[in-house]
């Protein structure tokens, strides 16, 4: 099989007996990638017969990603290699500078070659080289080249043997792997190709776009991209995958560190309520540094991609803005802590800035679900204490809102069945005289196995009428959509040792499509309220299935723990400042989600809370 670093349009043949003194270079997007093809004689990856592949001595892998790492830093690879490095199937190197890929070599041997981490190595220095190159602004002195050696960032990933793979396992949802776990590399004739999950993660592209992407750069045929993967075993395609050790440096200046799918695994044992602050305080942070960079009232900026560092939408829609306000201001109930005092005047600021309608901008009270996230960002001031400024945007969110639902008539037709919830917990909190009836209307109108997408306004705003009340109206169906959840949600048990980060996620979907990722979050923070309220959640501490409620709770915080960005996957980011704390889409897409990370928030402080009541109730003494 050939040894190739991924992707470019032109390569250099070179010998196995030595590294080539130059290396072809191309561009892909953004990134400066070369390809190193080392011809393999008369070797198949189909010739393979392990099963299972061996893993590196994770102390073996971390000597060779230090001796990768002084090579980096003097920018060379010494014809003498001294102390002698593994033989190893794959080898990748990966160089950023300030997030930015500017260096990356990738080689693939169909069996262990004592040479791979040279060859990678030196094909990633090389591509570093040519990127301080073609910078217009800067001259490759020699001090410059000390100070791009020393800040710039290594990730490494070595794997000691590939594993074939069959049509049956191919077939599979994520061609059988797990994705930022897995390379997976392919050959056809001569030439090979990988993509390794650092690239993977880079690129934004999944298992399937990987595979028809290096098929299409393997052959030449655009047509390859929509063949199908029998299609693709017809013609000669072969396939093979590892999983490579993966170590990086989380930034500039640091060792490295063994990373678990672009980060690191929380463990359940961590999740407390000292985590639990310290989570609501980074989600905090993350919200507020997604401020409009610019002189303009516009608030926020919308979704941030943690890899590219830019956003999108550049401003977030109104419904996000309010709804950041009003997770933030229930967050800031201590104007002595200086990260809460700016969390509450950054949400004075977005209600002001919604306020301030811009030219070409949308009014909010033209909006139904942005006139609800106001008005629940409005009733965490507090009666008296709202600035003047907002009474016109109260004044007119709030007729917005009465025209959303009448009892004869129902919610209004425009509005999206999943933001009834949002709208009745809205109404609610503005004591509108149709409130219950709207509450009531939509757990009737709910099937029960919908009831998650409603929550947690839905829930929330039941538990706001039911203030006062003995009973819950509506806790049957709370308790079955609670069992339901349960009934779906991830165990140690049920999945593999590699794939435990998904542990305390809850699988929804009927199929095996979609992976778990923040729509778990909505149900989970209502859950976190159901979990204080003694009529939902009968008991104290010392009862068994309290105990085993708060495990269950505990154990779906640690998921939304998990799909927060956090300082050891700093060193994929272009903007991690702006980046560490934000709430992914799912543990494989890097797109931080401020409304993800406003509920994620907002559950956060339901846990607490209620652990805390719990802990408040009386134990009965103990009968004699």
Same mark, same amino acid.
């Given at each position: 099989?050939?040894?190739?670093?991924?992707?470019s349009?032109?390569s250099?043949?070179?010998?196995l007996?030595?590294l080539?003194?130059?290396?072809?270079?191309?561009?892909l997007?953004?990134?400066?990638?070369?390809?190193l093809?080392v011809?393999?004689?008369?070797i198949?990856?189909? =010739?393979?017969?392990n099963?299972?592949a061996?893993?590196?001595?994770?102390n073996?892998?971390m000597?060779?990603?230090?001796t990768i790492?002084?090579?980096?830093?003097?920018?060379s690879?010494? &014809?003498?290699?001294?102390?002698?490095?593994?033989?190893?199937?794959?080898?990748?190197?990966?160089?950023?500078?300030?997030?930015?890929?500017?260096?990356?070599?990738q080689?693939v041997?169909?069996?262990?070659n004592?040479?791979?981490?040279?060859?990678?190595t030196?094909?990633?220095i090389a591509?570093?080289?040519?990127?301080?190159?073609n910078r217009a602004?800067?001259?490759p002195?020699?001090?410059?080249?000390?100070?791009?050696?020393?800040? *710039?960032?290594l990730?490494?990933e070595l794997?000691?043997d590939?594993?074939?793979m069959?049509?049956?396992s191919?077939a599979q949802h994520?061609l059988?792997?797990?994705?930022?776990?897995?390379a997976?590399a392919?050959?056809?004739?001569?030439?090979? /190709?990988?993509?390794?999950?650092?690239?993977m993660f880079a690129?934004g592209?999944?298992?399937?776009r990987?595979?028809?992407?290096?098929?299409?750069?393997?052959?030449?045929d655009?047509a390859?991209?929509?063949?199908?993967?029998? /299609?693709?075993?017809?013609?000669g395609?072969?396939?093979?995958?590892? /999983?490579?050790?993966?170590i990086?440096?989380s930034?500039?200046?640091?060792?490295?560190?063994?990373?678990?799918?672009?980060?690191?695994?929380?463990e359940?044992?961590?999740?407390g309520?000292?985590s639990?602050?310290?989570?609501?305080?980074q989600?905090?942070?993350f919200l507020?540094a997604?401020r409009?960079?610019?002189?303009?009232a516009?608030g926020?900026?919308g979704?941030?991609?943690?890899?590219s560092?830019?956003?999108n939408?550049?401003?977030a829609?109104?419904?996000?803005?309010?709804?950041?306000?009003y997770?933030?201001?229930k967050?800031?109930?201590?104007m002595?802590?200086?990260?809460?005092?700016?969390?509450?005047e950054?949400?004075?600021?977005?209600?002001s800035?919604?306020?301030?309608?811009?030219?070409?901008?949308?009014?909010?009270?033209?909006?139904?679900?942005?006139?609800?996230a106001?008005?629940l960002?409005?009733?965490e001031?507090?009666f =008296?204490l709202?600035?003047?400024t907002f009474?016109?945007?109260?004044?007119?969110?709030?007729e917005?809102?009465?025209?959303?639902?009448?009892?004869?008539d129902g919610?209004a037709?425009?509005?999206?069945?999943?933001?009834?919830g949002?709208?009745a917990?809205?109404l609610?909190?503005?004591?509108?005289?149709h409130?219950?009836?709207?509450?009531?209307?939509?757990?009737?109108?709910?099937?029960?196995?919908?009831?998650?997408?409603? *929550?947690?306004?839905?829930?929330?705003?039941e538990?706001?009428l039911?203030? =006062?009340?003995?009973?819950?109206?509506a806790?049957?169906?709370?308790?079955?959509m @609670?069992a339901?959840?349960w009934?779906?949600?991830?165990g140690?048990?049920?999945l &593999?040792w @590699?794939?435990?980060?998904?542990? =305390?996620s809850?699988?929804f979907?009927?199929?095996?499509?979609?992976l778990?990722g923040?729509?778990n979050?909505?149900?989970?923070a209502?859950l976190c309220?159901m979990?204080?309220d003694?009529?939902?959640?009968?008991?104290?501490i010392?009862?068994?299935?309290v105990? $085993?409620e708060?495990?269950?709770?505990?154990?779906?915080?640690?998921?939304v723990n998990?799909?927060?960005?956090?300082?050891?996957?700093?060193?994929?980011?272009?903007a991690?400042q702006?980046?560490?704390g934000?709430?992914?889409?799912s543990?494989?897409?890097w797109n931080?989600?401020?409304? $993800?990370?406003?509920?994620a928030?907002?559950a956060?402080?339901?846990f607490?809370?209620?652990?805390?009541?719990?802990?408040?109730r009386?134990?009965p003494?103990?009968?004699?």
């Amino acid at each position: 099989m050939h040894a190739c670093e991924a992707t470019s349009s032109r390569s250099v043949q070179v010998s196995l007996l030595g590294l080539a003194p130059s290396i072809g270079l191309g561009n892909l997007g953004n990134f400066l990638r070369i390809r190193l093809h080392v011809i393999v004689f008369a070797i198949s990856v189909l =010739g393979l017969t392990n099963a299972h592949a061996q893993q590196l001595d994770i102390n073996e892998s971390m000597r060779v990603y230090r001796t990768i790492d002084s090579w980096v830093r003097d920018l060379s690879v010494p &014809d003498e290699l001294g102390e002698p490095v593994p033989a190893l199937s794959v080898a990748s190197v990966t160089l950023r500078l300030d997030g930015q890929v500017i260096g990356r070599g990738q080689i693939v041997h169909a069996t262990p070659n004592e040479m791979a981490v040279a060859q990678a190595t030196l094909s990633a220095i090389a591509q570093a080289n040519q990127w301080v190159r073609n910078r217009a602004d800067v001259e490759p002195s020699e001090e410059v080249w000390e100070s791009i050696a020393s800040r *710039m960032t290594l990730s490494v990933e070595l794997a000691q043997d590939l594993v074939p793979m069959s049509e049956d396992s191919l077939a599979q949802h994520g061609l059988g792997m797990s994705q930022g776990v897995h390379a997976l590399a392919m050959r056809l004739g001569e030439r090979a /190709e990988i993509v390794t999950a650092d690239e993977m993660f880079a690129l934004g592209i999944g298992m399937d776009r990987a595979a028809y992407s290096m098929a299409t750069e393997l052959s030449g045929d655009g047509a390859m991209s929509l063949a199908s993967i029998g /299609e693709l075993l017809s013609r000669g395609y072969e396939f093979a995958r590892c /999983e490579p050790i993966w170590i990086a440096q989380s930034a500039e200046g640091r060792g490295g560190v063994f990373i678990d799918r672009g980060g690191r695994v929380i463990e359940e044992s961590a999740i407390g309520l000292k985590s639990i602050r310290s989570m609501a305080d980074q989600l905090a942070s993350f919200l507020v540094a997604q401020r409009w960079p610019g002189s303009e009232a516009y608030g926020m900026v919308g979704s941030r991609d943690v890899i590219s560092g830019r956003s999108n939408p550049e401003v977030a829609p109104i419904y996000e803005q309010a709804l950041v306000a009003y997770a933030l201001m229930k967050y800031a109930d201590d104007m002595g802590d200086p990260t809460k005092l700016a969390a509450r005047e950054f949400a004075m600021d977005l209600l002001s800035a919604i306020a301030e309608v811009q030219p070409g901008e949308p009014a909010p009270w033209d909006d139904q679900i942005g006139s609800a996230a106001c008005m629940l960002a409005f009733t965490e001031y507090g009666f =008296g204490l709202r600035p003047d400024t907002f009474a016109a945007l109260e004044r007119r969110c709030t007729e917005t809102l009465n025209k959303t639902y009448t009892p004869i008539d129902g919610f209004a037709s425009s509005l999206p069945p999943a933001a009834q919830g949002l709208v009745a917990h809205a109404l609610v909190k503005i004591n509108h005289e149709h409130a219950e009836h709207a509450v009531r209307a939509v757990f009737r109108d709910t099937q029960a196995g919908e009831l998650v997408a409603q *929550m947690p306004f839905l829930g929330w705003a039941e538990l706001e009428l039911a203030k =006062g009340r003995e009973q819950v109206p509506a806790s049957e169906a709370l308790n079955q959509m @609670r069992a339901f959840v349960w009934g779906h949600q991830l165990g140690k048990a049920d999945l &593999d040792w @590699r794939d435990r980060d998904y542990i =305390g996620s809850v699988v929804f979907t009927k199929g095996t499509n979609r992976l778990p990722g923040s729509e778990n979050i909505r149900p989970i923070a209502f859950l976190c309220s159901m979990l204080g309220d003694p009529r939902l959640t009968q008991g104290t501490i010392a009862d068994f299935e309290v105990a $085993s409620e708060i495990g269950r709770v505990a154990a779906s915080m640690r998921f939304v723990n998990q799909l927060m960005v956090d300082d050891t996957s700093s060193f994929l980011s272009r903007a991690p400042q702006r980046s560490i704390g934000g709430v992914r889409q799912s543990l494989t897409d890097w797109n931080a989600s401020p409304v $993800s990370s406003a509920l994620a928030l907002l559950a956060a402080l339901e846990f607490e809370d209620s652990v805390r009541a719990i802990g408040a109730r009386q134990i009965p003494d103990p009968k004699p």
